[in-house]
């Protein structure tokens, strides 16, 4: 599991030092406080740990030059150059350190890299990851990213169209579409809150998406099949999860961190609890899960839910402080964040509304 992520001058951080749950995260901020850069940092990070095992002949210049080209694939700096991910306006600051991120894993497993607003190449400053073992082999499974943007509307194609022609799209998507091709796990070998997480949106959905290969998704119901892309996209959204669970792309503990950006988009807030028992399950399970969030009813259903002797939820709310810097703090209990921009919103709107039905009565 990810321990810990510290920031220095990276995007749009000044300083930042994020302490995670084991089991939830929830990120929430205004808009420009740098949600998904964060959910970004750590899942390239998580991703980071594996490059070793996932290219065991090459040396460590070409293990560098393979983070590099991942760190601009996912963050689509300017120009392609990884440079331009040094925070901007830190020099006209008079800040000149270079640029640092560091994750913390379990098992006293580290890795941290820098950069300068010049660099071309990542720099390793610390890389202590273990052998796989029986104890840590959760260091050694993919992360998963599911984007705010849901998927299944576009993948016909998009695999060769990506790889040929270097669409816009940042590198999570490919990442994306290639764990939902990946083939269907057998029944008995998924685990029991897998399986009934599957059924549960499948019941909500009317049916299940269909996976053909080559990006090919149908959606059938039992009388008939239809194309994915005229199914609602909220159900496409939360489709994308059961294909992630029926794969084994997420199998609570054992699968790498589950990152999820907005996942209440374009879902109706009828389906929210579900997906909030869902999520809250496999955390349970032991699957870590880190997301972030502008939603009211999504962040409510998980103070609701959760069992608050057992289960470990850790809110994350970002802000600018008097300086313009951004900063974070971290709490357990859902009535201690500051800011809550999200539930300040919500009463200033019930206020409005008490407001206009009792008249001046209300103020």
């Known amino acids: 599991m990810i321990e810990n992520i510290k920031l220095r001058n990276f995007t749009a951080f000044n300083k930042l030092?994020?302490?995670?749950?084991?089991?939830?995260n929830i990120i929430i901020g205004e808009n420009g406080t740098g949600k998904t850069h964060l959910l970004k940092i750590a899942y390239a990070l998580a991703w980071a740990a594996l490059t070793q095992q996932?290219?065991?002949?090459?040396?460590e210049q070409e293990r560098i030059q393979k983070l590099t080209e991942k760190f601009i694939g996912i963050f689509k700096p300017l120009d392609?150059?990884?440079?331009?991910?040094?925070?901007?306006g830190a020099i006209r600051e008079g800040d000149t350190e270079q640029a640092s991120m560091a994750i913390s894993f379990s098992f006293d497993q580290n890795l941290a890299f820098t950069l300068y607003?010049?660099?071309r190449m990542l720099q390793i400053e610390k890389w202590k990851i273990n052998e796989p073992?029986?104890?840590n082999n959760w260091a050694e499974s993919e992360p998963v990213f599911i984007p705010t943007k849901e998927m299944l509307s576009f993948m016909l194609?998009?695999?060769?169209?990506?790889?040929?022609?270097?669409?816009?799209?940042?590198?999570?998507?490919?990442?994306?579409y290639t764990l939902l091709e990946l083939p269907t796990l057998r029944t008995d070998k998924l685990p029991a809150k897998s399986k009934w997480a599957i059924q549960e949106i499948e019941k909500i959905c009317g049916g299940s998406f269909i996976y053909y290969g080559g990006g090919k998704v149908t959606f059938k119901t039992a009388t008939n099949e239809f194309s994915a892309n005229v199914m609602a996209e909220g159900f496409r959204k939360i489709g994308i999860l059961a294909r992630l669970l029926e794969t084994g792309a997420i199998y609570p503990g054992s699968s790498g961190p589950l990152f999820w950006d907005e996942p209440e988009t374009n879902v109706n807030p009828k389906l929210l609890k579900l997906l909030v028992e869902i999520l809250l399950e496999l955390s349970r399970n032991g699957q870590q899960i880190i997301l972030a969030t502008h939603d009211y009813v999504l962040l409510k259903w998980f103070d609701l839910l959760m069992d608050k002797d057992t289960d470990d939820i850790s809110f994350h709310a970002l802000f600018r402080d008097e300086n313009g810097n951004i900063k974070i703090d971290t709490?357990?209990?859902?009535?201690s964040i500051t800011p809550n921009v999200i539930a300040d919103t919500f009463n200033d709107l019930t206020k409005e509304q008490v407001n206009k039905n009792m008249g001046g009565l209300g103020k």
């Open 117 to 119: 607003h010049n660099s």
């Open 157 to 176: 194609g998009f695999g060769g169209l990506f790889d040929k022609f270097q669409l816009s799209f940042d590198e999570l998507f490919r990442e994306l």
């Open 80 to 88: 392609d150059k990884l440079g331009k991910l040094y925070r901007d």
């Open 54 to 59: 996932r290219f065991p002949n090459s040396n």
């Open 331 to 335: 709490v357990k209990d859902y009535r």
């Open 133 to 135: 073992s029986a104890v």
């Open 17 to 24: 030092d994020i302490p995670l749950s084991p089991k939830i």
